[in-house]
């Protein structure tokens, strides 16, 4: 949530720490800061409350020149968004520090801090790790001893930067449970939370291992493991561009990356299915003889990806008779869960960097009957895919945008492709109908591109809802998790309260809800389940409802009073969940831009939620 960047090197650093944290704006944050070491060797730190934009004002007119600095977007979790809780945080003129993440017993370590005469100068848990800092270095003696020794009493998930005035020449970073990578230059040396922060400087990237320590000094670096062992880590090439998080002609992120989806899902298909049939037999380290052997799968995540889980749900049950369960994962890592034997897990998250998600990973290894962990993950390198017994990525390119789009329907996709596989292993689905839905998912690309030029009428529909303040959403089946997806979306972006509900569910209390001042979008695809459907409209309808109903081209719902219909290309069922969430994306950003709100960073949201 909060971004981390730090720099070393022959020429003045403030230009990349600033171009750094304009490149993690996305990620969702309320403040911004940075510190530097001045010719004397002392802290100079300037910090703002806002946009990355209002810090470099103010470093303009104040300019800060070191080869040595570090700095910091925030996204408050302890104390309000001021310029006093922004990072970087000091103690004594001789420690600063930047920090993702949450210090669980900040409480109790600043008591007994402030017993010992250490100030306080905001209201952050981050500030305890400054003055633990100060206190633990002066009592051991030794520098690194003194670090990790202060490490040592905090208790959380962390990633930490540390400036400090009596090692001039030394930049010491840490990570337990939040990411932090290395971008090595010539002679250079860069730290991050992101990779998007260190494109414009290098593509040559170090991704840290849990309880590494980073220890950049006289012009080298050196990795420590938790044991304080000296090691070495693989060194990626990023395949990140400058202009692959660039927006390019659109005008927001969001809106390039709903249009982006097309090609990201060619690209999460590619060489993974024939013009007839899959190519995968099974995934990585999870082969075809387990996933036959498979007796149950859970599928854990959090927001946008648990919808995707819920969806595939109806696949792998369909598919493979195999009993599955979704779960949203701050529920799963604080509850006794009954695993049955033989039971596969299934991981999803955009970032791999997600809070919950990983604890639930970690809380997965002391289960026995889990004969496998699968993540689904769109960042190769991430710690969800390190953790994970076997990855499946769905390479759909840096998504910038808070609401997830392209991420949530590569998901779609990869979780298709599993479950496909699974029912090919267990022979629980024949050629011919594997071939149908490979077949349809191989069209997917073209159709949703049709879709796309549907953009202009869904833009003339949104203006139906710019001055509503609330809204339901309806699905039957597979339809339902696509329901709440819609319904997320447009409550993310444009702050409208939205639910989302199975159709069926109508007359046990969201009808209560119905006036003509609730529109209600109902998501119609000509299915099994379609004349069911049929009569929940007709209860909207004749309560007085304000009905918009996505239907494919080819169903027979008449356009009448109080009735709008939104008619999208004919899809085949198996792939139907994936094509009618385009149109609810493209309303719930145009509703968005209507309404004047911040598209691509709505407010007190992150991009990737990496505290719990």
């Known amino acids: 949530m909060c971004g981390i960047i730090a720099a070393y090197a022959q020429r003045n650093v403030t230009p990349i720490l600033l171009e750094g944290l304009h490149r993690m704006e996305y990620r969702g944050y309320d403040s911004a800061g940075v510190a530097v070491l001045d010719d004397d060797n002392q802290i100079q730190r300037q910090r703002a409350l806002g946009k990355v934009a209002v810090l470099g004002e103010m470093l303009a007119k104040t300019p800060l020149e070191s080869g040595i600095g570090i700095a910091h977007t925030r996204w408050a979790t302890h104390g309000e968004p001021s310029e006093r809780n922004a990072h970087p945080h000091n103690s004594r003129n001789q420690f600063s520090v930047v920090h993702n993440g949450i210090i669980e017993n900040h409480d109790a370590l600043r008591v007994t801090l402030q017993g010992e005469g250490y100030e306080f100068d905001s209201q952050t848990d981050t500030e305890v790790i400054a003055h633990l800092l100060h206190r633990e270095v002066s009592k051991a003696g030794d520098y690194l001893t003194g670090i990790r020794n202060a490490i040592g009493h905090l208790h959380g998930a962390y990633a930490i930067a540390i400036l400090n005035t009596e090692q001039p020449d030394r930049l010491v970073a840490f990570r337990k449970g939040s990411p932090l990578l290395v971008g090595l230059g010539v002679g250079e040396y860069f730290l991050a939370s992101d990779t998007a922060a260190l494109i414009p400087v290098t593509q040559e990237i170090i991704y840290l291992e849990d309880g590494d320590l980073v220890d950049v000094h006289a012009g080298e670096m050196q990795i420590e493991d938790s044991e304080g062992n000296a090691v070495k880590r693989a060194v990626k090439t990023s395949t990140l561009s400058v202009n692959s998080v660039d927006k390019g002609p659109y005008k927001h992120y969001m809106l390039k990356e709903i249009y982006e989806q097309p090609n990201a899902i060619r690209a999460t298909l590619q060489d993974r299915i024939s013009d007839t049939d899959l190519l995968l037999n099974g995934i990585g380290a999870i082969d075809t003889n387990l996933l036959a052997r498979a007796k149950a799968i859970h599928i854990v995540a959090c927001g946008t990806s648990y919808h995707a889980g819920m969806t595939a749900k109806y696949w792998f049950e369909e598919y493979t008779r195999t009993p599955c369960s979704v779960e949203i994962a701050s529920e799963y890592r604080y509850r006794t869960v009954a695993v049955p034997e033989q039971t596969l897990y299934i991981t999803l998250s955009q970032s791999g960097e997600t809070a919950d998600s990983l604890a639930a990973l970690e ?199 109080g009735l709008t219909l939104v008619k999208i290309p004919g899809c085949p069922e198996a792939i139907a969940p994936l094509l009618l969430t385009v149109p609810l994306q493209l309303l719930s950003y145009h509703v968005a831009v209507m309404r004047g709100t911040d598209v691509d960073q709505p407010r007190n949201l992150a991009k990737s939620v990496t505290v719990e």
């Open 363 to 561: 809380e997965v290894k002391k289960h026995e009957n889990y004969l496998g962990t699968l993540a689904i993950c769109n960042v190769p390198e991430s710690t969800l895919t390190r953790e994970a017994d076997a990855t499946l990525l769905t390479h759909a390119g840096p998504e910038i945008g808070v609401a997830s789009t392209k991420a949530f329907t590569t998901q779609l996709v990869a979780l298709q492709l599993v479950a496909l596989t699974m029912a090919k292993a267990k022979g629980t689905l024949g050629q011919k109908e594997r071939a149908e839905i490979v077949l349809a998912l191989q069209k997917s690309p073209v159709t949703m591109e049709r879709l796309l030029m549907l953009d202009r009428t869904i833009e003339h529909l949104a203006e139906q809802f710019v001055e509503k303040d609330h809204a339901i959403f309806l699905g039957r089946g597979p339809m339902f998790p696509i329901a709440l997806e819609g319904a997320l979306k447009l409550k993310e972006i444009s702050y409208i309260h939205a639910e989302g509900y199975p159709a069926g569910e109508l007359k046990h209390g969201p009808l209560a809800l119905v006036d003509n001042e609730v529109p209600v979008i109902a998501i119609a695809p000509n299915d099994n389940l379609l004349e069911k459907l049929k009569s929940n409209l007709e209860e909207v309808r004749t309560r007085g409802g304000q009905l918009f109903v996505i239907t494919e081209e080819d169903t027979d719902i008449p356009p009448t009073d």
